[in-house]
């Protein structure tokens, strides 16, 4: 089945250690984003590529990073985190063109992220 | 940005029917409305979209009036199973943003 992969799911990191959390799918959608989510928070858009083409929420803090080698996979690097990045972090994809389809978006099982 | 409006939480039980009303007075023309379904600790699944009237699926009905300032999600026969946290969410197209603004949501609970 088509899907959007999350790895690993759980990640303990320790504090202003650089962490990378990655995500892969194989829905072939142009779009890919992540989000963080907190404990009983909804989720929050940090940034999200549309095909290479790199879109920052303006909030987004500068110590969390994004890398999109190719169509499948997309990385969320951590510079130096702190305690208050512990969190939910999830992935999600969404066809290209328009708008109807970005709302349409699917998501990946998360990565649970501690920082000790 | 169109800003949505939903109960924090709602009690039911199995077999009944559930009805999640969102408001949304400031809906631009363009804007679809969506819901999404999430489990704890997972990622929130897409249940159903509409733009207006009525959409159905194997899951859910969505119903928006003519106006559109608000929408309902409507639930039939929940089980145990059903017991989530429902978002409402209404597109961005005044700025063309792709991205997705999650509200509060609301809190569904089932009971036996």
């Known amino acids: 089945d088509a899907m959007v992969i999350q790895n690993p799911r759980y990640q303990v990191t320790q504090f202003g250690k650089p962490v990378t959390l990655s995500c892969s799918q194989t829905?072939?959608?142009?779009?890919m984003y992540w989000y963080q989510q907190k404990s009983s928070q909804a989720p929050k858009l940090l940034f999200h590529?549309?095909?290479?083409?790199?879109?920052n929420e303006a909030d987004t803090p500068d110590n969390f990073q994004s890398r999109r080698p190719n169509t499948s996979f997309c990385f969320l690097d951590i510079r130096s985190p702190g305690l208050g990045d512990a969190a939910m972090y999830l992935c999600?994809?969404?066809?290209?063109?328009?708008?109807?389809?970005?709302?349409?978006?699917?998501f990946g099982p998360g990565t649970r992220l501690t920082v000790t | 940005l169109a800003k949505t409006t939903q109960p924090i939480s709602m009690d039911s039980y199995e077999g009944q029917e559930v009805n999640i009303t969102c408001s949304h007075n400031?809906?631009?023309?363009?804007?679809?409305i969506t819901w999404y379904q999430q489990f704890p600790s997972q990622g929130p699944r897409f249940i159903i979209q509409?733009?207006?009237t009525k959409v159905t699926n194997e899951v859910a009905s969505l119903f928006i009036p003519a106006d559109r300032k608000s929408s309902t999600l409507s639930l039939p026969r929940v089980s145990l199973s059903d017991t989530a946290v429902y978002y409402c969410?209404?597109?961005?197209?005044?700025?063309?943003?792709?991205?997705?603004?999650f509200g509060s949501g609301t809190r569904l609970q089932v009971q036996p």
């Open positions: 969410l209404v597109g961005d197209q005044y700025t063309g943003r792709r991205a997705l603004t």
């Open positions: 400031n809906i631009a023309t363009n804007d679809y």
């Open positions: 509409g733009y207006k």
């Open positions: 829905l072939n959608h142009n779009v």
């Open positions: 999600a994809t969404s066809r290209g063109g328009g708008l109807a389809s970005a709302y349409e978006q699917y």
């Open positions: 590529y549309y095909d290479k083409d790199f879109n």
